[in-house]
């Protein structure tokens, strides 16, 4: 009986201790691993980047008219394959048409009274006086501004080419000046012409890089102000006509244009893929009235948290999976990455990518999920 409570007694201290010591070790072997375990860098440079994201058209636009009215017309349906410029749909266009009709009979009266002013004595006056003044603004300009470096340019390559004709009829000279017949005295004469050049091309560089003259400047500054003085004094009437002509013009082009924004077209080749408005409906400006995407070019659109931008680079090949299509095997490439992140409302930081489809898929659709698998970073072990 002595001998069993030994022996239980026994067993249980053994137990203890192999407790504590278990313990023990754990808790170091716990510690030592710690950081390589539960590092996050540590942890996830084993991982692949795998992100999802959604199929959308490369192209794709809601249009809408630039002002408000009711459709008169809609000219294609869903699912409608258009080409460039092809009429969509128009708006109302009666009261348009005749306010550019009305714009049209204004503009005519007004050059009307501006023909039968110009037939009066100061139409000649008039116009001497404005071509006078044009052309002493000009010369004040021109003068104010000094030479163009073009000019300084062309005064120097004059220059240096009189500079190389003297150079040369210098030593032709040279080279015959002891000799007592008619080819030394002709280039004796030539070399007399070329310093004559080479004094005028000089006085012309001079002119050239020279800063314009105060005086000079004065007097062209009282010229303009001469002309714009005779010019004032003409009779007002005309150029009050011609200003209403000028106005009168740009209402009429106004009302042309607002008359061509009345009618949508087809900013790009594409297919009609909703109907936002029938015909007879209001719509006001800025609303959409259809849909236009250009189907044969998808690519997907994802978000990448902040540890998956660090490792993808742009042009890598990608492999994607489309799960609706039993998971439906595809080759991307990555295109762009934004430089500037998407913040959520609970603080998570993410990176707008987008990937180019490299083989269109029939069976494709806008706003199919994607699963996009990027190759592991480069130099990191496989696991």
């Given at each position: 009986?002595r001998?069993?409570?030994?022996?239980?007694?026994g067993?249980?201290?053994?137990l203890?201790?192999?407790?504590?010591?278990?313990?023990?070790?754990?808790a170091r072997?716990?510690?030592?691993?710690?950081?390589?375990?539960?590092?996050?860098?540590?942890?996830?440079?084993?991982?692949?980047?795998?992100?999802?994201?959604?199929?959308?058209p490369?192209?794709?636009?809601?249009l809408s008219?630039?002002?408000?009215?009711?459709?008169?017309?809609?000219?294609?349906?869903?699912?409608?394959?258009?080409?460039?410029?092809?009429?969509?749909?128009?708006l109302?266009?009666?009261?348009?048409?005749?306010?550019?009709?009305?714009?049209?009979n204004?503009?005519?009266?007004?050059?009307?009274v501006?023909?039968?002013?110009e037939?009066g004595?100061?139409?000649?006056?008039?116009?001497?006086?404005?071509?006078?003044?044009?052309?002493?603004?000009?010369?004040?300009?021109?003068?104010?501004?000094?030479?163009?470096p073009?000019?300084?340019?062309?005064?120097?390559?004059?220059?240096?080419?009189?500079?190389?004709?003297v150079?040369?009829?210098?030593?032709?000279?040279?080279a015959?000046?002891?000799l007592?017949?008619?080819?030394?005295?002709?280039?004796?004469?030539?070399?007399?012409?070329?310093?004559?050049?080479?004094?005028?091309?000089?006085?012309?560089?001079?002119?050239?890089?020279?800063?314009?003259?105060?005086?000079?400047?004065?007097?062209a500054?009282s010229q303009?102000?001469?002309?714009?003085?005779?010019?004032?004094?003409l009779?007002?009437?005309?150029?009050?006509?011609?200003?209403?002509?000028?106005?009168?013009?740009?209402?009429?082009?106004?009302?042309?244009?607002a008359l061509e924004?009345a009618?949508?077209?087809?900013p790009?080749?594409?297919?009609?893929?909703?109907?936002h408005?029938?015909?007879?409906?209001?719509?006001?400006?800025?609303?959409?009235?259809?849909?236009?995407?250009?189907?044969?070019?998808?690519?997907?659109?994802?978000?990448?948290d902040?540890?998956?931008?660090?490792?993808v680079?742009?042009?890598?090949?990608?492999?994607?999976?489309?799960p609706?299509?039993?998971?439906?095997?595809?080759r991307g490439?990555?295109?762009?990455?934004?430089?500037e992140?998407t913040?959520?409302?609970?603080?998570?930081?993410s990176y707008?990518?987008l990937?180019?489809v490299?083989?269109?898929?029939p069976?494709l659709?806008w706003?199919?999920?994607?699963?996009?698998?990027f190759?592991?970073?480069?130099g990191?072990a496989?696991?």
């Amino acid at each position: 009986m002595r001998r069993s409570l030994f022996a239980v007694v026994g067993a249980a201290l053994l137990l203890l201790v192999i407790a504590l010591l278990g313990q023990r070790w754990f808790a170091r072997t716990s510690r030592e691993l710690a950081p390589a375990a539960l590092g996050e860098s540590s942890g996830r440079e084993l991982e692949q980047v795998v992100a999802s994201g959604t199929l959308l058209p490369a192209r794709w636009k809601k249009l809408s008219f630039s002002s408000g009215g009711m459709l008169s017309s809609l000219d294609v349906g869903v699912g409608a394959e258009v080409a460039v410029g092809q009429k969509l749909a128009s708006l109302e266009t009666r009261e348009l048409e005749l306010a550019v009709a009305l714009a049209a009979n204004q503009l005519e009266a007004q050059e009307a009274v501006l023909a039968a002013l110009e037939q009066g004595p100061s139409s000649a006056e008039f116009m001497a006086a404005q071509a006078s003044y044009d052309a002493a603004v000009a010369a004040y300009e021109k003068l104010r501004a000094g030479p163009s470096p073009e000019e300084i340019t062309m005064a120097e390559a004059d220059l240096k080419k009189a500079e190389e004709a003297v150079r040369r009829a210098q030593g032709a000279y040279d080279a015959v000046r002891n000799l007592p017949d008619i080819g030394a005295r002709r280039e004796s004469v030539e070399l007399q012409e070329a310093t004559l050049d080479y004094e005028r091309a000089k006085a012309q560089y001079a002119l050239a890089v020279a800063k314009p003259d105060q005086a000079e400047l004065k007097q062209a500054e009282s010229q303009v102000a001469a002309a714009k003085a005779r010019l004032d004094a003409l009779p007002a009437e005309l150029r009050a006509a011609q200003s209403a002509v000028a106005r009168a013009e740009l209402d009429v082009q106004s009302a042309q244009l607002a008359l061509e924004q009345a009618t949508l077209s087809a900013p790009f080749a594409a297919t009609v893929t909703t109907l936002h408005v029938q015909p007879g409906d209001m719509i006001s400006a800025g609303s959409p009235v259809l849909t236009l995407a250009d189907l044969g070019e998808l690519q997907v659109e994802l978000d990448l948290d902040e540890w998956g931008v660090a490792n993808v680079r742009l042009n890598q090949s990608v492999d994607l999976a489309i799960p609706s299509l039993d998971n439906l095997s595809l080759r991307g490439r990555l295109v762009s990455v934004a430089t500037e992140p998407t913040t959520s409302a609970v603080g998570a930081v993410s990176y707008k990518a987008l990937v180019v489809v490299e083989k269109q898929e029939p069976a494709l659709r806008w706003g199919m999920t994607a699963t996009v698998k990027f190759p592991r970073p480069t130099g990191r072990a496989e696991g």
